[in-house]
């Protein structure tokens, strides 16, 4: 099991690795002056050629890839000292690169975003499997009935409606018309518990419930296959309660292909929730990246998206051990 | 429905004749509401089984066999099933029986076997667990001894090294040995009646005389009631005491084994028993299966529902076989062996027509009077 762990991450740490060169080369070969967009921030959309140039020699790009790739790995590790335009920053490790806009380093700046992204993929996720794994058992158990075909038609319907338009109006009513809310934003837990819970309630519950319903579709769908198992069959004939046999016996059958999707969505997640941080404004990944590229702000841009690989590494990892603890013959090698 | 019950000899002969034998199936009717019609999976079935006895019931695919056993366990989801007429096991009426009972039955007094064991048993869970399961529900103890009874059962189903495997998963098992934990699993509990359905057919020939035996040995231990289903003729000949055969979910032929085997009057057993290879035979000797598939149960065939497949129907007077459904009547041969069918004569046929196809040398056996070695050469 270690040796797998050690064996993954690795591979992991590879993949990234291959991401971050391939974010490097999309702004360095990319169809504008990478050095462009800071020059235009900090002249106010003033930038003269001459001065161009002199960014961009400051940058290092006329330097070449390879070498301008190797000193952005040393400062992943051992931080750097680089220069925006005529001005040299320390950016300490893990560097990876400074803000354009606030000429901070990038690192600490994820330090403060990622905590909310996490905090609303966490508690929508906690949201979305209870409610739509709970009713999804229940359309299971309750196949052919109304409940179950209204349930199946109801999680469509809303499933079709895009989420921004959800989530809008949910803002409009429960919290501006209503008042039912309090404002929504993001408190760090740690400074302010109750407050962190207030603010991140309505995005919870929003993209808790909006995400459920393909949970309930996907999961009874699978809990019907489960359900119609021999060895429910067997389960029965040995006399337990319909609730050890559905719970105990088909729940944790279905739920091997719920968990493989809930590892992607929730890599997803961690990437960032545009239109969620967005509507609701909450400072987290994906309303950063979003106004970075906006502003074409790389350094953020190629943060964002690194964030989003190291999760979808993660959470893959995270999947099959969850994997092979819930079924004894996948063996981990 | 012309006929559900017929008056039957009576079936006690032989039992220790203490009141009601141990399972009592009376007129049992099966049914299913679908999006196509009302499948009418078993209907008007009859049959019992004494405790120490063995009852099986041999069928093709569909005849109603699995329906009408998983019925004695009230395993039918009753929102989706119409069923009727009368099961009593011990005394106890299961049609209609609330769930709650049902559960205190199960697994209890009567137990299952299933065809394939790799997807009867649950692939996450250990078979120890499984088993302490299985004891957990019916008996108040500790989950410490409850895995010691699983160890006792498993070892005594004959799986090596039983404390140690106990905390393996099926899986980890050959097909014969989870069909062991099966068994283990269905008499924890020591039930008094046995239900194995299919119970040798996912299995290789050499596992399949390991496990009857096993299950034959462990009856006599426990002296429990089994009723095996099998379309396998040979398992019957090994097993059976009383042999019940289904068609398109009814009887069509009931009686003692050997009987059945050697003496049967319905030409749907001639048919199963004719397509049965037999090893001794020359290898060039003729298989004969019985042609047509097996009747809708939406729609089963007006009259004997066997008829669009006979090949003896013409010897029936007028169109009778396809207007009239038999009765269960006394066999010729007398006793317990009864038989649905309009044929005046069956053993005629079956000895001048049908036995010189299938076994010629059992022909100058059975005509040199040697009728003690039938049911050896039947199988």
């Known amino acids: 099991m270690f040796a797998y762990i050690v064996k993954r991450l690795i591979s992991g740490f590879i993949v990234v690795v291959l991401i971050s060169m391939g974010v490097f080369a999309l702004y360095w070969f990319g169809p504008r002056n990478p050095a462009q967009p800071l020059c235009n921030i900090d002249t106010n959309n003033r930038c003269r050629p001459a001065m161009l140039k002199a960014y961009e020699h400051n940058m290092g790009f006329d330097d070449s890839v390879v070498h301008q790739y190797g000193l952005w790995a040393k400062g992943v590790f051992a931080g750097r000292t680089m220069e925006l335009g005529a001005t040299p920053y320390h950016c300490p490790a893990p560097c990876l690169g400074m803000d354009y806009r606030t000429k901070q380093p990038v690192w600490e700046e994820l330090k403060v975003k990622f905590p909310a992204t996490l905090s609303v993929a966490v508690g929508a996720s906690v949201i979305f499997l209870v409610v739509g794994v709970s009713t999804g058992v229940l359309a299971a158990r309750r196949r052919g009935t109304l409940v179950d075909k209204s349930l199946v038609t109801g999680t469509l319907i809303f499933s079709s409606i895009p989420f921004y338009l959800v989530a809008l109006l949910a803002m409009l009513w429960f919290t501006i018309s209503l008042g039912l809310f309090p404002d929504t934003g993001y408190y760090p837990l740690t400074q302010n518990p109750l407050k962190w819970f207030s603010g991140l309630l ?39 309660r319909s609730r050890t046999v559905v719970f105990k016996h088909a729940l944790r059958a279905a739920m091997v292909p719920v968990v ?39 350094p953020v841009v190629s943060a964002t998206v690194l964030v989003a690989s190291v999760a979808v590494v993660v959470s893959n990892l995270l999947v099959d051990l969850v994997y092979s603890v819930l079924d004894p013959r996948v063996r981990l090698t | 429905m012309t006929t559900t019950t017929s008056p039957r000899p009576d079936l006690s002969a032989g039992s220790a004749g203490n009141g009601d034998p141990l399972l009592v199936v009376e007129d049992l009717t099966v049914r299913f509401p679908t999006h196509d019609g009302l499948v009418q999976a078993v209907t008007g079935l009859s049959y019992q089984v004494e405790q120490g006895r063995t009852l099986g019931i041999v069928g093709e695919s569909g005849s ?26 011990d005394g106890k009426e299961i049609v209609g029986m609330s769930e709650h009972r049902l559960m205190k039955i199960r697994g209890k007094e009567a137990a299952m076997i299933f065809q394939d064991p790799l997807s009867a048993l649950h692939p996450f869970y250990s078979v120890g667990k499984q088993l302490s399961e299985a004891y957990l529900v019916h008996n108040d103890v500790s989950r410490k001894q409850a895995r010691a009874r699983a160890v006792e059962m498993l070892d005594r189903v004959g799986i090596p090294q039983a404390r140690t495997r106990v905390d393996d998963y099926p899986h980890q098992f050959s097909g014969g040995m989870r069909q062991r934990v099966m068994i283990a699993m269905a008499l924890i509990n020591d039930p008094k009646l046995l239900i194995a359905d299919e119970p040798t057919t996912a299995l290789d020939v050499t596992v399949q005389a390991q496990i009857l035996d096993l299950l034959q040995e462990l009856q006599r231990d426990f002296n429990s009631a089994i009723v095996i289903i099998t379309h396998d003729l040979g398992v019957v000949a090994e097993m059976a005491d009383d042999v019940l055969v289904m068609y398109a979910g009814r009887c069509v032929e009931y009686g003692p084994g050997n009987e059945i085997l050697t003496l049967p009057e319905m030409p749907y057993t001639w048919g199963l028993l004719s397509s049965v290879p037999d090893v001794s035979a020359a290898a060039d000797a003729r298989l004969i299966p019985i042609r047509g598939n097996p009747p809708s149960l939406l729609n089963p065939p007006k009259g004997c529902p066997f008829h669009p497949r006979c090949d003896h129907s013409d010897k029936v007077p007028g169109d009778l076989c396809s207007t009239q459904l038999p009765d269960l009547s006394a066999a010729s041969t007398g006793g317990v062996h009864i038989k649905r069918c309009h044929l005046a004569n069956p053993q005629e046929i079956f000895k001048g027509d049908v036995l010189p196809e299938i076994a010629p040398d059992l022909v100058e056996e059975l005509s040199a009077g040697t009728s003690d070695e039938d049911e050896a050469e039947a199988r």
């Open chain 1, 202 to 240: 309505l995005p919870w519950l929003v993209l808790g419930i909006w995400q459920s319903t393909s949970y309930t579709r996907f999961s009874r769908g699978s809990m019907v296959e489960s359900l119609n198992e021999d060895y429910i069959r067997t389960a029965r004939a040995k006399g337990l």
């Open chain 1, 260 to 298: 493989t999707i809930f590892g992607l969505d929730f890599a997803t997640l961690l990437a960032g929730t545009i239109f969620a941080e967005r509507i609701f404004s909450i400072e987290g990944i994906g309303k950063w990246g979003l106004d970075a590229v906006t502003v074409k702000n790389l």
């Open chain 2, 64 to 89: 109603g066999k699995s329906v009408s056993s998983m019925a004695v366990l009230g395993l039918h989801d009753m929102k989706r099933t119409q069923m009727s007429g009368s099961i009593r096991l």
